[in-house]
Protein backbone atom coordinates (compact mmCIF):
# COMPACT_ATOMS: atom_id res chain seq x y z
CA UNK A 1 0.00 0.00 0.00
CA UNK A 2 1.03 3.51 -0.83
CA UNK A 3 0.66 4.81 2.29
CA UNK A 4 2.47 8.27 1.43
CA UNK A 5 0.10 8.58 -1.27
CA UNK A 6 -2.98 8.03 0.55
CA UNK A 7 -1.84 10.80 3.09
CA UNK A 8 -1.29 13.19 0.25
CA UNK A 9 -5.44 13.09 -0.94
CA UNK A 10 -6.41 13.70 2.45
CA UNK A 11 -3.48 17.24 2.85
CA UNK A 12 -6.46 19.48 2.77
CA UNK A 13 -8.29 17.05 5.50
CA UNK A 14 -5.58 17.33 7.31
CA UNK A 15 -5.27 21.18 7.79
CA UNK A 16 -8.99 21.93 8.14
CA UNK A 17 -9.22 19.04 10.70
CA UNK A 18 -5.88 20.69 12.69
CA UNK A 19 -6.75 24.45 12.02
CA UNK A 20 -10.04 23.55 13.68
CA UNK A 21 -8.76 21.72 16.31
CA UNK A 22 -6.42 24.54 16.99
CA UNK A 23 -8.79 26.95 17.21
CA UNK A 24 -9.91 25.69 20.69
CA UNK A 25 -7.61 27.51 23.58
CA UNK A 26 -7.34 24.20 25.26
CA UNK A 27 -5.06 26.01 27.92
CA UNK A 28 -5.78 24.32 31.79
CA UNK A 29 -7.51 27.05 33.52
CA UNK A 30 -9.66 27.53 36.99
CA UNK A 31 -12.99 26.97 36.05
CA UNK A 32 -13.40 23.38 36.51
CA UNK A 33 -16.47 21.62 36.86
CA UNK A 34 -17.33 17.52 37.14
CA UNK A 35 -17.65 17.63 33.47
CA UNK A 36 -14.49 20.03 32.65
CA UNK A 37 -12.35 19.16 35.22
CA UNK A 38 -9.20 21.49 33.51
CA UNK A 39 -11.65 23.61 32.08
CA UNK A 40 -14.21 23.95 29.57
CA UNK A 41 -11.99 24.75 26.27
CA UNK A 42 -9.73 21.64 26.98
CA UNK A 43 -12.97 19.77 27.82
CA UNK A 44 -14.55 21.07 24.16
CA UNK A 45 -11.05 19.71 22.85
CA UNK A 46 -11.55 16.01 24.20
CA UNK A 47 -15.12 16.62 22.62
CA UNK A 48 -14.07 17.21 19.41
CA UNK A 49 -12.15 13.95 19.49
CA UNK A 50 -15.04 11.40 20.57
CA UNK A 51 -17.41 13.60 17.75
CA UNK A 52 -15.15 12.32 15.22
CA UNK A 53 -15.17 9.21 16.17
CA UNK A 54 -18.37 8.77 16.41
CA UNK A 55 -19.41 9.90 13.22
CA UNK A 56 -16.10 7.18 11.31
CA UNK A 57 -17.90 4.00 13.56
CA UNK A 58 -14.93 3.74 16.15
CA UNK A 59 -15.91 2.31 20.05
CA UNK A 60 -16.00 5.57 21.73
CA UNK A 61 -15.51 6.43 25.49
CA UNK A 62 -15.34 9.35 28.03
CA UNK A 63 -13.51 7.88 30.87
CA UNK A 64 -13.81 10.70 33.73
CA UNK A 65 -14.14 13.90 31.08
CA UNK A 66 -10.47 13.73 31.90
CA UNK A 67 -9.51 11.25 28.88
CA UNK A 68 -11.15 9.52 26.04
CA UNK A 69 -10.49 6.49 23.45
CA UNK A 70 -11.73 5.78 20.22
CA UNK A 71 -11.53 1.92 19.65
CA UNK A 72 -11.67 -0.33 16.52
CA UNK A 73 -10.42 -4.01 15.90
CA UNK A 74 -11.02 -7.41 17.40
CA UNK A 75 -8.14 -9.38 19.26
CA UNK A 76 -7.39 -10.02 22.41
CA UNK A 77 -3.96 -7.90 21.94
CA UNK A 78 -4.12 -4.42 22.09
CA UNK A 79 -2.24 -1.31 20.25
CA UNK A 80 -2.63 1.99 22.04
CA UNK A 81 -2.02 5.61 19.93
CA UNK A 82 -1.82 7.91 22.56
CA UNK A 83 -1.83 11.81 21.67
CA UNK A 84 -2.92 15.15 23.87
CA UNK A 85 -5.23 17.85 23.08
CA UNK A 86 -4.23 19.89 26.09
CA UNK A 87 -1.51 22.71 25.36
CA UNK A 88 0.35 25.26 27.23
CA UNK A 89 -0.21 28.44 27.27
CA UNK A 90 0.40 30.49 24.36
CA UNK A 91 2.92 32.78 25.83
CA UNK A 92 4.31 36.21 24.51
CA UNK A 93 6.31 37.29 21.32
CA UNK A 94 4.03 35.60 18.69
CA UNK A 95 3.42 37.31 14.98
CA UNK A 96 0.86 34.76 14.20
CA UNK A 97 -2.26 34.43 15.94
CA UNK A 98 -1.47 31.81 18.70
CA UNK A 99 -4.95 29.86 17.95
CA UNK A 100 -5.61 30.85 14.85
CA UNK A 101 -4.07 27.93 12.36
CA UNK A 102 -2.80 30.65 9.62
CA UNK A 103 -0.70 28.46 6.54
CA UNK A 104 2.14 30.57 5.55
CA UNK A 105 5.41 29.67 3.32
CA UNK A 106 4.57 25.62 3.85
CA UNK A 107 3.72 25.77 7.88
CA UNK A 108 0.70 26.02 10.08
CA UNK A 109 1.09 28.14 12.88
CA UNK A 110 -0.56 27.64 16.38
CA UNK A 111 -0.14 26.88 19.72
CA UNK A 112 -0.14 23.13 19.87
CA UNK A 113 0.58 22.75 16.08
CA UNK A 114 3.72 20.30 16.60
CA UNK A 115 2.94 19.23 20.67
CA UNK A 116 0.32 17.45 20.12
CA UNK A 117 -2.77 18.72 18.32
CA UNK A 118 -0.70 18.12 14.61
CA UNK A 119 0.89 14.56 15.87
CA UNK A 120 -2.73 13.23 17.20
CA UNK A 121 -4.31 14.46 13.82
CA UNK A 122 -1.70 12.68 11.84
CA UNK A 123 -2.34 9.39 13.92
CA UNK A 124 -5.94 10.10 13.82
CA UNK A 125 -5.82 10.20 9.89
CA UNK A 126 -3.33 7.23 9.55
CA UNK A 127 -5.86 5.11 11.51
CA UNK A 128 -8.62 6.24 9.31
CA UNK A 129 -6.24 5.02 6.25
CA UNK A 130 -5.70 1.88 7.48
CA UNK A 131 -9.72 1.33 8.40
CA UNK A 132 -10.68 2.06 5.40
CA UNK A 133 -8.33 -0.01 3.03
CA UNK A 134 -10.04 -2.23 4.10
CA UNK A 135 -7.26 -4.61 6.05
CA UNK A 136 -8.26 -6.75 8.65
CA UNK A 137 -7.10 -6.09 12.29
CA UNK A 138 -5.38 -8.92 14.20
CA UNK A 139 -5.39 -6.87 17.47
CA UNK A 140 -7.83 -3.91 18.91
CA UNK A 141 -6.14 -0.56 18.38
CA UNK A 142 -7.39 2.39 20.74
CA UNK A 143 -6.54 6.38 19.90
CA UNK A 144 -6.52 7.27 23.59
CA UNK A 145 -7.15 11.65 24.12
CA UNK A 146 -5.42 12.62 27.12
CA UNK A 147 -6.50 16.47 28.29
CA UNK A 148 -3.52 17.12 30.85
CA UNK A 149 0.01 15.69 29.57
CA UNK A 150 1.33 19.36 30.06
CA UNK A 151 0.38 19.88 33.96
CA UNK A 152 1.13 16.57 35.31
CA UNK A 153 -0.64 13.34 33.78
CA UNK A 154 -3.25 13.06 36.06
CA UNK A 155 -5.58 12.54 32.63
CA UNK A 156 -3.77 8.99 31.97
CA UNK A 157 -3.26 8.42 35.26
CA UNK A 158 -7.26 8.40 36.23
CA UNK A 159 -7.64 6.78 32.53
CA UNK A 160 -5.41 3.60 33.55
CA UNK A 161 -7.40 3.53 36.93
CA UNK A 162 -10.06 1.55 35.02
CA UNK A 163 -9.05 1.23 31.81
CA UNK A 164 -6.93 -1.74 30.10
CA UNK A 165 -2.57 -1.16 30.03
CA UNK A 166 -2.49 -1.73 25.87
CA UNK A 167 0.12 -4.62 24.86
CA UNK A 168 2.49 -2.39 23.19
CA UNK A 169 1.43 1.38 22.60
CA UNK A 170 3.10 4.65 21.08
CA UNK A 171 3.53 8.42 21.73
CA UNK A 172 3.02 10.62 18.55
CA UNK A 173 4.13 13.28 20.82
CA UNK A 174 8.45 13.73 20.54
CA UNK A 175 11.00 12.95 17.56
CA UNK A 176 11.67 10.58 15.22
CA UNK A 177 12.82 7.66 14.26
CA UNK A 178 12.25 6.64 17.83
CA UNK A 179 12.95 7.80 21.20
CA UNK A 180 13.05 4.46 23.74
CA UNK A 181 14.12 6.19 26.45
CA UNK A 182 12.72 8.68 28.88
CA UNK A 183 14.77 10.83 31.37
CA UNK A 184 13.20 10.83 34.79
CA UNK A 185 11.03 14.23 35.56
CA UNK A 186 10.83 15.82 39.09
CA UNK A 187 9.57 18.75 40.53
CA UNK A 188 11.51 20.62 42.90
CA UNK A 189 10.93 23.45 45.10
CA UNK A 190 13.38 25.36 46.80
CA UNK A 191 11.68 27.56 49.93
CA UNK A 192 12.57 30.02 52.42
CA UNK A 193 10.13 31.86 54.61
CA UNK A 194 11.91 33.56 57.12
CA UNK A 195 12.72 36.29 56.08
CA UNK A 196 14.68 39.24 58.82
CA UNK A 197 15.99 42.01 56.69
CA UNK A 198 13.62 43.88 54.08
CA UNK A 199 15.20 45.98 51.17
CA UNK A 200 13.79 47.59 48.24
CA UNK A 201 12.55 44.11 46.34
CA UNK A 202 9.04 44.54 47.15
CA UNK A 203 8.04 40.96 45.00
CA UNK A 204 9.11 39.22 41.97
CA UNK A 205 7.54 36.98 39.74
CA UNK A 206 8.90 34.92 36.61
CA UNK A 207 6.88 32.10 34.90
CA UNK A 208 3.68 30.49 35.06
CA UNK A 209 4.99 26.34 34.40
CA UNK A 210 7.84 24.36 35.27
CA UNK A 211 7.83 22.47 31.66
CA UNK A 212 8.63 26.04 30.00
CA UNK A 213 11.47 28.55 30.05
CA UNK A 214 9.81 31.88 31.16
CA UNK A 215 9.84 34.58 28.90
CA UNK A 216 9.12 37.65 31.42
CA UNK A 217 9.61 38.38 34.64
CA UNK A 218 8.45 40.84 36.37
CA UNK A 219 9.76 42.98 39.88
CA UNK A 220 8.24 45.89 41.86
CA UNK A 221 11.07 48.22 43.61
CA UNK A 222 10.83 50.82 46.21
CA UNK A 223 12.17 54.26 44.28
CA UNK A 224 11.77 56.25 41.70
CA UNK A 225 12.49 55.84 37.69
CA UNK A 226 15.41 58.41 38.20
CA UNK A 227 17.20 55.55 40.65
CA UNK A 228 16.80 52.45 38.37
CA UNK A 229 16.74 53.70 34.88
CA UNK A 230 19.87 53.76 33.37
CA UNK A 231 21.34 50.99 35.15
CA UNK A 232 18.55 48.37 34.39
CA UNK A 233 18.64 49.62 30.90
CA UNK A 234 22.84 48.86 30.47
CA UNK A 235 22.10 45.85 31.98
CA UNK A 236 19.44 45.03 29.22
CA UNK A 237 21.85 46.15 26.65
CA UNK A 238 24.80 43.92 27.53
CA UNK A 239 22.37 40.48 27.72
CA UNK A 240 20.69 41.71 24.67
CA UNK A 241 17.04 41.23 26.15
CA UNK A 242 14.52 43.79 26.02
CA UNK A 243 13.51 45.29 28.98
CA UNK A 244 11.14 48.10 30.52
CA UNK A 245 11.12 50.04 33.51
CA UNK A 246 8.01 52.05 34.28
CA UNK A 247 6.87 53.95 37.49
CA UNK A 248 4.21 52.98 39.12
CA UNK A 249 2.26 54.23 42.20
CA UNK A 250 3.51 51.42 44.76
CA UNK A 251 7.06 52.08 43.13
CA UNK A 252 8.68 50.83 40.22
CA UNK A 253 7.69 48.07 37.71
CA UNK A 254 10.85 46.06 35.99
CA UNK A 255 10.19 43.90 33.55
CA UNK A 256 12.69 41.91 31.40
CA UNK A 257 11.63 39.49 28.36
CA UNK A 258 13.58 36.25 27.61
CA UNK A 259 12.68 33.24 24.97
CA UNK A 260 10.39 30.33 25.56
CA UNK A 261 11.43 27.42 25.26
CA UNK A 262 10.89 23.50 26.25
CA UNK A 263 12.34 22.98 30.22
CA UNK A 264 13.97 19.45 29.01
CA UNK A 265 16.46 21.43 27.38
CA UNK A 266 16.95 25.21 28.82
CA UNK A 267 19.85 26.36 27.04
CA UNK A 268 17.82 26.78 23.84
CA UNK A 269 15.54 29.89 25.94
CA UNK A 270 16.34 32.99 27.54
CA UNK A 271 15.24 32.73 31.06
CA UNK A 272 13.89 35.94 32.19
CA UNK A 273 13.58 35.46 35.70
CA UNK A 274 17.31 34.51 35.86
CA UNK A 275 18.25 36.73 34.42
CA UNK A 276 16.44 39.81 36.27
CA UNK A 277 17.62 37.88 39.75
CA UNK A 278 20.80 38.53 37.87
CA UNK A 279 20.34 42.33 37.70
CA UNK A 280 18.81 42.89 41.49
CA UNK A 281 21.53 40.66 43.45
CA UNK A 282 24.03 44.21 42.52
CA UNK A 283 21.04 46.41 43.73
CA UNK A 284 19.64 45.03 46.82
CA UNK A 285 21.01 44.52 50.28
CA UNK A 286 18.82 42.41 52.19
CA UNK A 287 16.32 39.67 51.88
CA UNK A 288 15.62 40.86 48.37
CA UNK A 289 19.10 40.26 47.75
CA UNK A 290 19.60 36.85 49.61
CA UNK A 291 16.38 35.25 47.19
CA UNK A 292 18.13 36.98 43.76
CA UNK A 293 21.64 35.98 44.99
CA UNK A 294 20.38 32.46 45.24
CA UNK A 295 18.43 32.43 41.82
CA UNK A 296 21.74 34.13 39.93
CA UNK A 297 24.49 32.12 42.07
CA UNK A 298 22.78 28.81 41.33
CA UNK A 299 21.29 28.69 37.47
CA UNK A 300 22.94 31.72 36.24
CA UNK A 301 24.44 30.21 33.28
CA UNK A 302 24.14 26.99 34.89
CA UNK A 303 21.04 24.54 33.49
CA UNK A 304 22.56 21.55 34.79
CA UNK A 305 22.55 21.67 38.45
CA UNK A 306 26.73 21.85 39.13
CA UNK A 307 25.94 24.10 42.06
CA UNK A 308 23.95 22.36 43.55
CA UNK A 309 25.80 19.24 43.38
CA UNK A 310 23.08 17.39 41.66
CA UNK A 311 24.93 17.41 37.67
CA UNK A 312 25.27 13.84 36.30
CA UNK A 313 25.19 12.23 32.69
CA UNK A 314 25.24 8.74 31.41
CA UNK A 315 25.85 7.70 27.53
CA UNK A 316 22.19 6.19 27.47
CA UNK A 317 20.12 9.73 27.89
CA UNK A 318 22.71 12.70 28.13
CA UNK A 319 23.49 15.49 30.72
CA UNK A 320 20.51 15.81 33.82
CA UNK A 321 19.08 19.12 33.21
CA UNK A 322 17.42 21.92 35.72
CA UNK A 323 14.45 24.29 34.41
CA UNK A 324 14.01 27.30 36.91
CA UNK A 325 10.42 27.67 35.81
CA UNK A 326 7.95 29.04 38.76
CA UNK A 327 10.36 32.33 40.90
CA UNK A 328 8.25 33.77 43.06
CA UNK A 329 9.31 36.64 46.02
CA UNK A 330 7.05 38.62 48.42
CA UNK A 331 8.05 40.57 51.03
CA UNK A 332 8.02 39.09 54.22
CA UNK A 333 6.38 35.84 52.99
CA UNK A 334 7.29 32.29 51.32
CA UNK A 335 9.93 32.96 48.44
CA UNK A 336 9.84 29.95 46.39
CA UNK A 337 11.43 28.85 42.81
CA UNK A 338 10.48 25.50 41.46
CA UNK A 339 12.53 23.63 39.33
CA UNK A 340 11.66 20.87 36.29
CA UNK A 341 14.50 18.78 36.83
CA UNK A 342 15.13 16.04 33.84
CA UNK A 343 17.66 13.26 35.17
CA UNK A 344 19.82 11.10 33.13
CA UNK A 345 18.38 6.94 32.86
CA UNK A 346 20.88 5.87 35.12
CA UNK A 347 20.61 8.54 37.93
CA UNK A 348 21.07 7.49 41.52
CA UNK A 349 18.28 9.82 42.74
CA UNK A 350 17.80 9.11 46.24
CA UNK A 351 21.67 9.10 46.66
CA UNK A 352 22.22 12.26 44.99
CA UNK A 353 18.62 14.35 46.64
CA UNK A 354 20.48 13.46 49.79
CA UNK A 355 23.88 15.45 48.86
CA UNK A 356 22.20 18.10 47.43
CA UNK A 357 23.73 21.60 48.92
CA UNK A 358 20.86 24.29 48.87
CA UNK A 359 22.36 27.09 50.63
CA UNK A 360 19.58 28.52 52.75
CA UNK A 361 16.62 27.31 51.40
CA UNK A 362 14.95 23.62 51.81
CA UNK A 363 14.18 21.62 49.10
CA UNK A 364 11.09 20.01 48.51
CA UNK A 365 10.73 16.83 46.04
CA UNK A 366 6.96 17.82 45.05
CA UNK A 367 7.17 14.71 42.27
CA UNK A 368 9.10 12.51 40.46
CA UNK A 369 8.37 10.65 37.35
CA UNK A 370 10.97 8.01 37.48
CA UNK A 371 12.81 7.39 34.24
CA UNK A 372 11.49 5.09 30.86
CA UNK A 373 13.19 2.63 29.18
CA UNK A 374 12.55 0.01 26.05
CA UNK A 375 15.06 -2.17 25.22
CA UNK A 376 16.43 -1.50 21.78
CA UNK A 377 16.54 -5.15 20.61
CA UNK A 378 12.95 -5.48 21.56
CA UNK A 379 10.14 -6.87 18.48
CA UNK A 380 7.86 -3.75 19.03
CA UNK A 381 11.22 -1.30 18.55
CA UNK A 382 11.90 -3.33 15.83
CA UNK A 383 8.97 -3.04 13.64
CA UNK A 384 9.17 0.08 14.25
CA UNK A 385 12.47 0.83 12.90
CA UNK A 386 10.88 -0.90 9.88
CA UNK A 387 7.99 0.98 9.75
CA UNK A 388 10.22 4.30 9.39
CA UNK A 389 12.63 3.36 7.32
CA UNK A 390 10.19 1.68 4.65
CA UNK A 391 8.29 5.06 4.45
CA UNK A 392 11.86 7.51 4.10
CA UNK A 393 14.48 5.58 3.37
CA UNK A 394 16.47 6.67 6.60
CA UNK A 395 18.05 4.33 9.26
CA UNK A 396 15.86 4.39 12.38
CA UNK A 397 18.10 5.21 14.97
CA UNK A 398 16.79 5.26 18.68
CA UNK A 399 16.90 8.07 20.45
CA UNK A 400 17.02 9.50 24.64
CA UNK A 401 15.03 12.56 25.42
CA UNK A 402 14.80 14.75 28.37
CA UNK A 403 10.95 15.99 27.44
CA UNK A 404 8.35 13.65 28.92
CA UNK A 405 5.53 11.40 26.50
CA UNK A 406 3.03 9.54 28.00
CA UNK A 407 4.96 6.51 26.93
CA UNK A 408 6.34 7.03 30.58
CA UNK A 409 2.91 5.68 31.65
CA UNK A 410 2.84 2.73 29.71
CA UNK A 411 4.35 -0.70 30.40
CA UNK A 412 5.52 -0.90 27.07
CA UNK A 413 5.51 2.32 25.06
CA UNK A 414 7.61 4.67 22.88
CA UNK A 415 7.66 8.04 21.51
CA UNK A 416 6.93 7.74 17.72
CA UNK A 417 7.55 11.20 16.21
CA UNK A 418 6.77 13.56 14.54
CA UNK A 419 9.52 15.58 15.03
CA UNK A 420 12.07 14.75 11.81
CA UNK A 421 16.07 14.36 12.36
CA UNK A 422 17.24 18.24 12.21
CA UNK A 423 13.96 19.44 12.40
CA UNK A 424 13.91 22.85 14.27
CA UNK A 425 11.82 21.80 17.69
CA UNK A 426 9.29 25.09 18.28
CA UNK A 427 7.45 23.24 21.02
CA UNK A 428 6.35 25.56 24.02
CA UNK A 429 7.96 28.66 21.91
CA UNK A 430 5.67 31.70 20.34
CA UNK A 431 5.25 31.08 16.76
CA UNK A 432 4.63 27.49 17.22
CA UNK A 433 4.59 26.12 13.89
CA UNK A 434 3.85 22.25 12.15
CA UNK A 435 5.41 22.05 8.36
CA UNK A 436 2.79 20.52 6.35
CA UNK A 437 4.59 18.38 4.45
CA UNK A 438 6.24 16.55 7.20
CA UNK A 439 2.53 16.22 8.70
CA UNK A 440 2.06 14.23 5.16
CA UNK A 441 4.74 12.57 5.84
CA UNK A 442 4.39 11.51 9.44
CA UNK A 443 0.69 10.39 8.62
CA UNK A 444 2.35 8.01 6.32
CA UNK A 445 4.73 6.36 8.99
CA UNK A 446 2.01 5.73 11.41
CA UNK A 447 -0.35 4.46 8.69
CA UNK A 448 2.50 2.01 7.99
CA UNK A 449 3.61 0.97 11.55
CA UNK A 450 -0.45 0.56 12.31
CA UNK A 451 -0.54 -1.77 9.45
CA UNK A 452 2.32 -3.86 10.12
CA UNK A 453 1.73 -3.90 14.10
CA UNK A 454 -1.99 -4.67 14.00
CA UNK A 455 -3.19 -5.79 10.70
CA UNK A 456 -3.44 -9.32 9.31
CA UNK A 457 -0.80 -9.99 6.45
CA UNK A 458 -1.55 -12.09 3.50
CA UNK A 459 -0.72 -15.57 4.01
CA UNK A 460 -1.74 -14.79 7.76
CA UNK A 461 -3.39 -17.72 9.16
Given at each position: ?????????????????????????????????????????????????????????????????????????????????????????????????????????????????????????????????????????????????????????????????????????????????????????????????????????????????????????????????????????????????????????????????????????????????ILLAVF???????????????????????????RFVLDY????????????????????????????????????????????????????????????????????????????????????????????????????????????????????????????????KATAIY???????????????
Amino acid sequence: MDWQTEAEKRRDQIIEELQSLIAIPSVLSEDATPEAPFGTEVKRALQWFMDKGQERGYRVKNVANVAAHLEIGEGEELLGILGHVDVVPAGAGWTKEPFGGEVEGGNLYGRGSIDDKGPTIAAWTALNMVKEAGFEFDKRIRLIIGTDEESGFRCVDRYFETEEMPTIAFAPDADFPIINAEKGIASLVFSKKEWTQPDALQSFASGKRTNMVPDLAEAIVDGSLADWQAQFDEFCSKHKVAGTCEQMQEGVKLAVHGKSAHAMEPDDGVNAGILLAVFLKGQLAGDGKEFTAFVADNFYNDSRGRRFVLDYTDDISGDTTFNAGILKFEQDKLATVEVSMRYSISYPFEEKMADAKTDAFSMEIRSNSTPHYVDENDPFIRTLQNAYEKQTGNTADLLSIGGGTYARVLQKGVAFGMLFPGEKDVAHQADEFVDIDNLIKATAIYAEAIYQLACKKSGDV
